[in-house]
Nanobody, 112 residues
Framework: QVQLVESGGGLVQPGGSLRLSCAAS????????MTWYRQTQGNEREYVAR???????NYADSVKGRFSISRDNAKNTVYLQMNSLKPEDTATYYC??????WGQGTQVTVSS
């Protein structure tokens, strides 16, 4: 089955950290560019970070220096390490690759 399943979200205080995971199945993960997006209610999905098959990465300015994307091709999983979290990082986070439907996302709430 072709799918993406996000996990690892939760409630964290400002300044805290979380690591999100996205488990992929049903396609050739190792040759796929993987992207993390986030969305708050009533807004469009926002680009967060991307990792290419060769390991190159790219980040939105809003998360640069705080977030880190990585991948484990043996586990067909992409990660998003989020440090120094801010209330404005609160959103539902999704991973995505071309030709695969959006998953259910994982909710991240940054609040004291």
């Amino acid at each position: 089955q072709v799918q993406l399943v996000e996990s690892g979200g939760g409630l964290v205080q400002p300044g805290g950290s979380l690591r999100l995971s996205c488990a992929a199945s049903g396609f050739t993960f190792s040759s796929s560019t993987m992207t993390w997006y986030r969305q708050t209610q009533g807004n469009e999905r926002e680009y967060v970070a991307r990792i290419f098959p060769g390991g190159g990465t790219n980040y939105a300015d809003s998360v640069k220096g705080r977030f880190s994307i990585s991948r484990d091709n043996a586990k067909n999983t992409v990660y998003l390490q989020m440090n120094s979290l801010k209330p404005e990082d609160t959103a539902t986070y999704y991973c995505k690759t071309q030709s695969v439907s959006w998953g259910q996302g994982t909710q991240v709430t940054v609040s004291s």
